[in-house]
Structure formats: structure tokens, C-alpha cells
């Protein structure tokens, strides 16, 4: 039965570990990628621009030895109109899996509920799960484990901040929000993560009070696509609410901070933190590639 990655919640916690102990071994060499998936073709259908989640899954795909193949919807039947189930039936026949970056998360549960092969969220408008994989791999790198750490999460809650939350509920890392009223994360995956959380997940409004004696700082952009039109009214309600030296005084001298980029500098972070001897942001971007190979061999394995 083919098994998809949509959530973090479509991998156990059991799951996420084995995933990422691969990722870890695949980025030190002590396993080979190489021919894991020879002669396997798989499709990334990208409605939206990327830079690292694009390059990373080609790259990555690559490496495993499988060809992948990289469409957008306007050069492909979708975007003249072909339906989402027409569209998923045909391509599982030709592929072994499907990466999709797209708009609404209906839009891909659709997809993914006629595609026959594994597909794998690459980004929608509610979720961001390969990002959160990458981020629980650069936490357990820099800190040595989840359990016990103290991450906090600065700015919009948008999709990173949702699967952070389920990532962190999965693994039993604490997690505080601080966000402007009107811009908390879903409901629901709050509802939801609250539930399961073997850790603590917090929603504050100060910022300062959120980034208080955290092991990791972590912010993203105040204006994410889609929300230009509401660009200046944003960076108008998150000021106070950037990742800058002041606020990095309040979480731990230790503290580590992350942002899974792009970057606005000097709006949500500034280059002197971004640049700084805490950011790990490039060491983090580099592990969206081990984790997605892994992520890949175990979805395909």
C-alpha cells in the first residue's frame, strides 16, 4: 500500500527518528545514496517558485539515482484545465512518486487521494512537513536531542509554524509561538497537536516573553506569497516582533537561531543575527537535502 507524506502526522514518531538517523548518516557518508533508487522517475510539479525546495529535491533525486522530472502546472494538462484526479491517475502511471508544491491543502489531498504512488508535500498554504523534517534534524545536530529543548517560534503563524508545531508535539520538544492577535497558527493544528503533544506547545503575544530561556530562536518571513497585498499592514503589525540582537538576549546564551529562508533582512531577522556565530540557517538549509533523500528512500524503499 503506498504510503504518502502530506502531514508530519503521516509519520510516527518511530518514523520521523528512522528518518532522520538516515538523513544524519547520508550527510557524514556512512551510508551511500547512490543507486537506492536507480531507474525510478520521479515527478515535481511546482505551482509555486522555490529555490531551495526545488534544487534540493532534484539534487537529492539525483544523488539517490532516480531521474526527476520537474513540471509546472502551465506546462503540463493541469493548468489547461484537466482535472486534479485525471492528472494524478495518469502521472502514477508513468512515475514512482510525486512531489508537489501547490496552493490550498485540499488541492493536494485531492491529488494524492487518486495518485497511486507515494506523493509528498513540498509546500502548501497550510503545511510545510519536508521543512519541519529538516528543522527537527538541525535541532538534534546543534542540540543534541528534541526531549528537554525549548525552541521558540517568533512571527506569523503560517504553514512553517504549523508543522513545526506537529513536529515538535511528534517528538516532544517544547515549542512557544509569539505572535500579533490574528496571525496565531491554525486552530486546528493546535487542537490537534495539544492533544498528542509529548512536549509543551505555548501561543504567546510578546515576543520577549516567547524567546524567554529558549535553546532555539526561529523565525520566517512576515510576508510570505500570496500576501503582498497586505505587505505593508503586516510589516506594520510584526514590528516588535523581529529576531534581532535584543531579542536574542532573552533566550539562552546557547541559544541557536534558524529561519528556513528566505530572508527579508533587516524586516523579520536581522543581518547581524542572520550572520551572526548563532544562526545555523545555512547549516539547516543544507538539511532539507539529507532529509528529503532519506525521507524519499523510506517512502519508496
Avoid at 496552493?103 to 485531492?110: M, S
Amino acid at each position: 500500500m503506498k504510503k504518502d507524506f502530506l502531514t508530519i502526522w503521516d509519520l510516527t514518531s518511530r518514523e520521523i527518528e528512522s528518518v532522520i538517523d538516515r538523513a544524519v548518516r547520508m550527510k557524514a557518508g556512512r551510508e551511500a545514496a547512490s543507486g537506492i533508487l536507480q531507474g525510478r522517475s520521479i515527478g515535481l510539479i511546482f505551482e509555486k517558485s522555490s529555490t531551495r525546495t526545488r534544487v534540493s529535491f532534484e539534487a537529492g533525486i539525483y544523488q539517490l539515482g532516480a531521474q526527476p522530472i520537474y513540471m509546472t502546472s502551465g506546462e503540463i494538462q493541469l493548468g489547461r484545465g484537466e482535472s486534479i484526479p485525471d492528472t494524478a491517475r495518469t502521472l502514477s502511471r508513468y512515475l514512482d512518486a510525486i512531489v508537489i508544491r501547490t496552493f490550498g491543502h485540499p488541492r493536494l489531498e485531492e491529488f494524492a487521494a487518486h495518485a497511486t504512488v507515494p506523493v509528498i508535500n513540498a509546500l502548501t498554504d497550510l503545511h510545510h512537513p519536508c521543512q519541519a523534517l529538516a528543522d527537527l534534524m538541525t535541532v538534534r545536530e546543534k542540540k543534541g536531542a528534541w526531549k528537554g529543548i525549548r525552541m521558540a517560534y517568533v512571527g506569523d503563524g503560517n504553514n512553517v509554524a504549523n508543522s513545526l508545531i506537529e513536529a515538535a508535539s511528534r517528538v516532544g520538544m517544547s515549542l512557544t509561538v509569539g505572535c500579533p492577535e490574528g496571525y496565531e497558527p491554525d486552530a486546528d493544528v493546535l487542537g490537534r497537536a495539544r492533544e498528542a503533544a509529548r512536549g509543551e506547545v505555548v501561543v504567546l503575544r510578546e515576543p520577549r516573553e516567547a524567546a524567554g530561556r529558549a535553546d532555539v530562536l526561529y523565525t520566517d518571513v512576515w510576508v510570505s506569497m500570496g500576501d503582498e497585498k497586505e505587505a505593508e499592514e503586516r510589516r506594520r503589525k510584526f514590528r516588535g516582533y523581529q529576531v534581532n540582537e535584543a531579542l536574542l538576549s532573552c533566550a539562552k546564551p546557547d541559544a541557536v537561531v534558524m529561519h528556513c529562508l528566505p530572508a527579508h533582512r533587516d524586516e523579520e531577522i536581522t543581518a547581524e543575527v542572520l550572520d551572526g556565530p548563532r544562526s545555523v540557517v545555512f547549516d539547516q538549509a543544507e538539511n532539507r537535502l539529507h532529509v528529503q533523500k532519506a525521507l524519499l528512500a523510506f517512502l519508496l524503499g
